[in-house]
């Protein structure tokens, strides 16, 4: 079980390296003044790479959390919990897979201020998943 967990873990800190960078190129991308196509281009390419790169570390993640729970009989409301936050950070993920495409399309029109909101969110979560996961309060 120590095993799985360790590489739980693990998984869990790369997908969050994707959660908490990728939303950052994007504050940049909507910063990029119109006539630098270049540095937009440059960070779009980074961005491509960065989320095909952490789409396979969240599967991971989540599969060997899956592994955890229904492989070595673990219950209560913080697992419950904790999944549902799961559930915020796999649709979040995804909305950041259509805000690049809003990118690439050019039809992105949100503020770099309102991307810097955005990459809180994967923060507030991690610290309230992990209360739960190591704490389990309920
Ligand atoms: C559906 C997805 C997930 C499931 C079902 C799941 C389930 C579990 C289970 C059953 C454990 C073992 C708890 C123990 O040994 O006491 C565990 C450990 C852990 N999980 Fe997850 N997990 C999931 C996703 C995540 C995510 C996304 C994070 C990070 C944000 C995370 C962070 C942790 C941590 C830090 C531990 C170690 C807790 C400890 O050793 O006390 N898990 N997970």
């Known amino acids: 079980m120590l095993w799985v967990k360790a590489f739980h873990i693990l998984f869990v800190i790369s997908w ?9 190129i994007f504050v940049n991308l909507a910063m990029v003044p ?10 779009l390419l ?3 790479k960065l989320f095909r790169f ?8 989540i ?8 492989g070595y009989g ?5 697992l419950h ?3 549902a936050l799961v559930i915020g950070l796999v649709g979040y993920h995804a909305w950041c897979g259509m805000l690049l495409a809003e990118f690439r399309t050019g039809s992105s029109i949100k503020s770099h201020v309102w991307f810097r ?3 809180e969110v994967p923060v507030l979560a991690l610290l309230v998943i992990c209360i739960l996961a190591v704490v389990k309060p309920f």
């Not at 969050?16 to 950052?24: I, K, M, S, T, V």
């Not at 119109?34 to 960070?43: F, G, K, N, V, Y």
């Open 16 to 24: 969050f390296a994707g959660l908490f960078y990728l939303p950052r």
């Open 34 to 43: 119109a006539d630098s196509s270049a540095e937009r281009e440059r960070l």
């Open 46 to 48: 980074m961005a491509g």
């Open 54 to 61: 952490m789409t396979p570390l969240g599967v991971l993640a």
């Open 63 to 70: 599969a060997l959390g899956l592994w955890l729970w229904f």
């Open 74 to 78: 673990f219950s209560g409301g913080w």
């Open 81 to 83: 919990a904790k999944t």
């Open 117 to 119: 909101v955005f990459n």
